[in-house]
């Protein structure tokens, strides 16, 4: 099957620029989304990027999806305590915009 | 965004009973809802699809008559865990969507003791 791949823990320093990778199959893929999970909560929609994008910048995201290699990461600027959580890359799969999960980056910002 | 509430966030059964699990869309009319599970320290997997007015669909490997899904309106979309059992002690998190925009519920954390 298809899978969608991500590297699991990121420890970063407040303030600094952390940055969050992850890997997709699925070329016809047309949305790729980027999900936060803070400790026992659903999942916050933080962006997505269209597939026909290189880059998408929304505040301190910014999200590059590099289609070729089917590689989409996420980028946080200054990041902030609150950034501490799991975040999800996910891919729109098919016709019914059912999601695929990646397995999550657990990032947890240092003070 | 969207505002989803899903209840209860957290519930306690014992073995055998049935939980219903409430989805409602507040602010838009959501085409499909999808029913996620998440066990600790992993991804979601989705469990069933369901357009409303319309049956489920369910992935391999998840029992229909075990997760029964309602989705009568636009709006509201139930998964009931019948007979539960303490392997289905988990995460469900429901995410109804509209075009492609996919939001989430804060999740049900179900323990079956």
């Known amino acids: 099957g298809e899978d969608v791949e991500q590297s699991l823990f990121l420890s970063v320093r407040e303030g600094d620029s952390s940055v969050i990778n992850c890997t997709y199959t699925d070329s016809s893929s047309t949305y790729l989304y980027w999900y936060k999970q803070e400790p026992g909560a659903g999942l916050q929609l933080l962006t997505y990027i269209f597939s026909n994008m290189d880059m998408k910048q929304d505040q301190r995201l910014t999200v590059l999806l590099n289609k070729k290699d089917k590689h989409l990461s996420l980028r946080i600027a200054d990041t902030q305590t609150g950034d501490s959580a799991i975040y999800f890359c996910a891919e729109r799969k098919g016709g019914n915009n059912r999601l695929a999960f990646g397995k999550g980056n657990q990032v947890v910002v240092i003070p | 965004g969207a505002v989803v509430s899903q209840h209860p966030s957290r519930v306690i059964c014992k073995s055998g009973t049935s939980v219903k699990i409430e989805c409602r869309s507040l602010?838009?009319?959501?085409?499909?809802m999808f029913w996620y599970r998440q066990f600790p320290k992993q991804s979601l997997m989705l469990m069933a699809t369901?357009?409303?007015?319309?049956?489920?669909?369910?992935e391999q490997g998840v029992e229909k008559d075990k997760f029964l899904i309602n989705h009568a309106s636009l709006t509201l979309s139930t998964l009931t865990v019948t007979s539960a059992h303490p392997e289905d002690s988990s995460f469900y998190i429901c995410?109804?969507?509209?075009?492609?925009?996919?939001?989430f519920g804060q999740g049900t954390r179900l323990t079956v003791v």
């Open positions: 602010d838009f009319q959501a085409t499909t």
């Open positions: 369901s357009n409303e007015g319309s049956k489920a669909t369910y």
């Open positions: 995410s109804p969507t509209w075009g492609y925009e996919a939001f």
